[in-house]
């Protein structure tokens, strides 16, 4: 007998084995209809809480940068509770979201030659049409989506650039432009959606020289941010500010965002994970050491009991008050509650043995129910999701 | 989902509930328990699109692959099985093959599930290595590198007298 027979008939003799049950279409439909009970009825909690999703950049491909899309002080009512995937298409052409959280837009970089012996990053923006009802791709080198997602703050030219305009997702049309003195690397909304916060710098912010060809290392840049604009939507006012870059920070990008509070700026503190705090003026505040946001985590759930674990396969969630582990998951990173017993984050592919090929998941804080959301794809080269409240 | 379509969900899944099980259990390595989550759990996911697939069997198929290899269904419970050790060596044609076989299911236990998925698709499913690529969403060559040394690792095992 050769090894090709030998196989196939040992599999078909395994098989054979299996005990069929009588009810597996019962079960099936018995577990659907949990399943789709199981996603009501936690709205209510979240509209309150101040939740807020993060996607990573893995290192490798691009300079460390957190996207931080920040939850809206009245979300719609009651939060959306419905699960939407796209696993067949790759980037997703379809809406990806869960509960209250949704893929907002997403984005690739590949670097471009600067012809000054450097490269930048060149973005590709794809953000959800309203009018379309599917993920359009964009002009723009930066983009961020309102909460609620019917409106989107952009940038349109390479970085840093003078103009700043927002985007009606429902029409998909240009209803605003701000021409700016100083040039902008980025633009946040606040999370009540009143104003902009655009960091300036002197020259591109993700801009590197590299040591080699698998841009493993780069030599030190001057670091180029200058301050940053407010901008006022409703008063329709623009304040530029002077802020340094922190002398601690090894990269360009030093972007700037609103706190919860609509009120205090932050930005990245690289060591130690927190953050450097802000008022409007650019004054400094102080820092916050523990800032779960910063480091693209969930944090506390929104009830308060549960505590989403550190990065790093496999995740684990704990009892804020006993430190008790009450679950673990075969996730990579977990980003953000989707209510009190699920989460957003980044599930790794096969027996996880490529932590860059992932997809977005939502899974249970028990690690036994999982939904894949998105399709699979490296996130060193291909797409990466930002997640927004929709 | 309305009730026609409810009945043609039950009358598909009684008539192909054998070949899901059958291929459930062999990409959990025999496990019964976890064979049968598999099969459920990608029927609740075909629930979801009932109306709109025009091949089940196919869909399904390609459900359990990708769920089964690409997902972690039940974090820290590796469905490896402990196959029973394999008789004494000796006696008869008919033992040896009994005994070959049995080897041949603890060495498959070993493979982790992407190198006992491929093995599945190539010789129980008997797909070309084109399909099998686009079915893991891998290269052709990862295919025939994974075969080939899912098949080292079941040579080393003891199916070194296999072809003897």
């Known amino acids: ?390 | 989902m309305d009730s026609a379509a409810e009945l043609r969900f039950r009358e598909f899944v009684a008539a192909r509930s054998p070949a899901l099980m059958g291929l459930a259990y062999l990409l959990t390595a025999g496990d019964q328990h976890a064979a049968e989550d598999l099969v459920q759990s990608s029927l609740v996911r075909a629930l979801a699109k009932w109306d709109r697939i025009d091949d089940p069997e196919a869909y399904l198929k390609r459900v359990m692959y990708h769920q089964h290899v690409s997902l972690w269904r039940r974090a820290f419970r590796r469905h490896e099985t402990t196959v029973a050790e394999p008789p004494e060596k000796g006696a008869d044609d008919a033992t040896r093959t009994v005994e070959l076989r049995l080897a041949l299911r603890e060495a498959l236990a070993t493979l982790t599930r992407r190198q006992r998925a491929m093995l599945v698709l190539r010789f129980y499913e008997d797909l070309p290595e084109e399909e099998i690529a686009r079915l893991m969403g891998c290269s052709v060559g990862t295919v025939r590198s994974t075969t080939h040394r899912s098949l080292a690792k079941l040579r080393s095992a003891d199916l070194r007298e296999l072809t003897r």
């Open chain 1, 1 to 390: 007998m050769n090894e090709d027979v030998l196989i196939e008939e040992g599999l078909r003799d395994w098989a054979q084995e299996a005990r069929v049950p009588a009810d597996l279409a019962d079960r099936a439909l018995r577990a659907r209809r949990r399943r789709r009970v199981g996603l009501t009825g936690f709205g209510a909690v979240l509209v309150a809480a101040a939740v807020t999703a993060v996607v990573t950049l893995v290192p490798g491909a691009s300079p460390e940068r957190t996207i931080v899309a920040v939850a809206p002080t009245r979300a719609a009512s009651p939060a959306p509770t419905t699960v939407h995937s796209d696993v067949e298409n790759d980037p997703p052409l379809n809406l990806v979201a869960a509960g209250p959280w949704a893929v907002g837009s997403y984005y690739s970089t590949e670097w471009a030659d600067t012809g000054r012996g450097t490269e930048t990053l060149r973005y590709t923006w794809s953000v959800y049409s309203q009018a379309e009802g599917r993920y359009v791709r964009t002009p723009f080198q930066w983009l961020d989506v309102l909460p609620g997602m019917r409106q989107a703050a952009v940038i349109e030219g390479d970085l840093p650039s003078r103009r700043i305009g927002v985007v009606d997702l429902t029409t998909m049309a240009i209803t605003r432009w701000f021409d700016l003195e100083e040039a902008a690397g980025s633009v946040f909304w606040s999370p009540d959606g009143s104003k902009l916060v655009a960091t300036t710098y002197s020259a591109p912010p993700d801009e590197q020289k590299w040591l080699d060809e698998e841009r493993t290392s780069a030599t030190g840049l001057p670091k180029s941010r200058t301050g940053f604009y407010v901008i006022d939507m409703n008063a329709e006012t623009m304040t530029w500010r002077p802020l340094p870059p922190d002398t601690d920070n090894m990269n360009g990008r030093e972007d700037l965002r609103w706190d919860d509070d609509n009120t205090r700026l932050w930005a990245a503190k690289i060591s130690g994970g927190g953050r450097w705090l802000y008022d409007t003026e650019g004054t400094p505040l102080g820092a916050e050491e523990d800032y779960p946001r910063r480091m693209n985590e969930a944090g506390v759930s929104p009830n308060g009991r549960l505590r989403a674990g550190p990065a790093g396969l496999p995740t684990r969630i704990t009892d804020v008050e006993t430190g008790e582990v009450v679950g673990r998951q075969r996730m990579l990173q977990l980003w953000a509650w989707v209510d009190d017993d699920h989460l957003i984050g980044l599930g790794c592919a096969r027996d996880c043995d490529d932590e860059f090929e992932s997809a977005l998941v939502m899974v249970s804080v028990d690690g036994e129910e999982t939904v894949q959301l998105a399709s699979y794809r490296d996130s060193r080269t291909s797409w990466r999701p930002v997640l927004v409240r929709r």
